[in-house]
């Protein structure tokens, strides 16, 4: 048998496997929540539209981490070139300028986790 402690959305449970080696499934046990630290408060929310910010928004395409930030506030950029790199399933994935303009806005950070469709930066 060997112990293992697993934490899942903040809950940290003790848990013991058992190697079955007669091929039949083994009989689960119930396994109490121990008592996890208490979460810390979640970052307060960035505003989507921030001083200055432009009228074209771009969106994180999927759930993750924002990876690099390309570009700053004053910089121009082309239709399709890369803005904010956001990390998803161990891959980089580029979240690009829809259309020519500058940049009004950054809205998210490094490391800053972030959902589908969350606004990263805007465009004039």
Avoid at 26 to 45: D, F, G, I, M, S
Wanted: aromatic content about 2%; hydrophobic content about 45%.
């Amino acid at each position: 048998m060997k112990n293992y402690t697993i934490t899942v959305n903040g809950v940290s449970y003790d848990v013991t496997v058992e190697e079955n080696t007669n091929g039949a499934a083994a009989p689960a046990a119930p396994v109490a929540p121990r008592a996890a630290a208490p979460k810390a408060a979640p970052a307060p929310a960035k505003k989507a539209a921030s001083a200055g910010a432009g009228s074209v928004k771009i969106e994180a395409g999927a759930a993750g981490k924002v990876f690099k930030i390309e570009k700053k506030v004053g910089d121009k950029v082309s239709k399709g070139d890369a803005v904010v790199v956001v990390e998803a399933m161990k891959m980089e994935i580029p979240m690009v300028a829809p259309s020519d303009g500058t940049v009004a806005s950054i809205d998210c950070s490094v490391g800053d986790a972030v959902e589908a469709g969350a606004v990263l930066a805007t465009l004039n």
